[in-house]
């Protein structure tokens, strides 16, 4: 059912854990199957010098958290905001069909922890004190990326036949 590496990945999962002073942090959450990531980034000279997470979930929500960290440490911003759901399913060698939501999960909460870390410098050093209107940010589909009304049920512009499920931006 997983491949060799998905496993290794599960049972030996690398960069676990949080970065108490991280420069940026994006959580996203599936409510279906109650998979929570968070990913913590420490960013030096425009690279992720160090990311780790935090996942509460299955065997493929831990495996992919891993290898997104993995594949985005030591990448410039713009290389990390690259990386695809569908690299890093591949990267693992693929996820059962039921799983795929898992590699949608990794990939965007690497993308809201940049996207953090960029707020944070647009705002400048008291970024920290104004970091409470979250509630007003909207919410985006994980399968096309379309923002979408705070607490829309579902995506107005996905095509995708499986349905969409919007995250919240903390």
Same mark, same amino acid.
């Given at each position: ?40 980034? *420490?960013?030096?000279?425009?690279? +992720? !010098?160090?990311?780790?997470? $935090?996942?509460?979930? @299955?065997?493929?929500?831990? &495996? ?21 759901? *569908?690299?890093?399913?591949?990267? +693992? !060698?693929?996820?059962?069909? $039921?799983?795929?939501? @898992?590699?949608?999960?990794? &990939? ?63």
């Amino acid at each position: 059912m997983y491949s060799q590496i998905v496993m290794d990945h599960f049972t030996n999962p690398r960069n676990a854990g949080v970065l108490e002073d991280a420069d940026g942090v994006g959580e996203v959450g599936n409510p279906v199957c109650g998979d929570m990531m968070t990913f913590y980034i *420490k960013v030096r000279d425009g690279r +992720l !010098e160090d990311v780790k997470f $935090n996942t509460f979930g @299955c065997v493929a929500a831990i &495996a992919v958290s891993s290898m997104v960290s993995e594949m985005a440490k030591g990448k410039t911003l713009e290389e990390a905001k690259k990386i695809t759901n *569908k690299a890093v399913a591949d990267a +693992l !060698e693929g996820l059962p069909k $039921n799983k795929l939501h @898992c590699s949608n999960l990794g &990939a965007e909460a690497l993308k809201l922890a940049i996207r953090n870390y960029e707020e944070k410098q647009a705002l400048g050093p008291s970024s920290h004190l104004q970091s409470a209107s979250s509630a007003s940010k909207p919410d985006y589909c994980t399968h096309c990326d379309t923002e979408e009304p705070v607490g829309a049920a579902f995506c107005m512009e996905c095509d995708n036949d499986t349905g969409c499920e919007l995250i919240e931006v903390k």
